[in-house]
């Protein structure tokens, strides 16, 4: 899996186009999009202006972090315990 970051402009129409490079034309790929609307900077932030989320890389860690430690629980098996039977309720009217 490669992760590729674009920025695009959507049309009047609502299409987005995306040109994916050389390497990945002529081929079927499985494609997952996020959306999240590109935020200006300005030079001094008005106060109601939104707080720009920094990326994994600005808070030391790797850009694959969530790739790495996902399912990496190295302690002692997660057990579910037995689950009680469902409890009778009168009939709320």
């Given at each position: ?5 674009l ?11 995306v040109?994916?490079?050389?390497g990945?034309r002529n081929?079927d790929?499985?494609?997952l999009m ?9 030079s001094?932030?008005l106060p109601?202006?939104?707080k720009?989320l ?7 860690y790797?850009?694959?972090f969530l790739?790495?430690v996902v399912?990496?629980w190295?302690g002692?098996?997660l057990e579910r ?13």
């Amino acid at each position: 899996m490669e992760t590729i970051k674009l920025q695009a402009h959507v049309g009047q129409d609502g299409a987005l186009q995306v040109t994916v490079p050389e390497g990945l034309r002529n081929q079927d790929l499985e494609i997952l999009m996020v959306f999240q609307p590109v935020v200006v900077q300005v030079s001094e932030p008005l106060p109601s202006a939104p707080k720009v989320l920094e990326g994994p890389e600005a808070l030391g860690y790797s850009r694959y972090f969530l790739e790495e430690v996902v399912g990496g629980w190295l302690g002692e098996p997660l057990e579910r315990p037995q689950q009680l039977e469902f409890e009778e309720r009168e009939e709320w009217t």
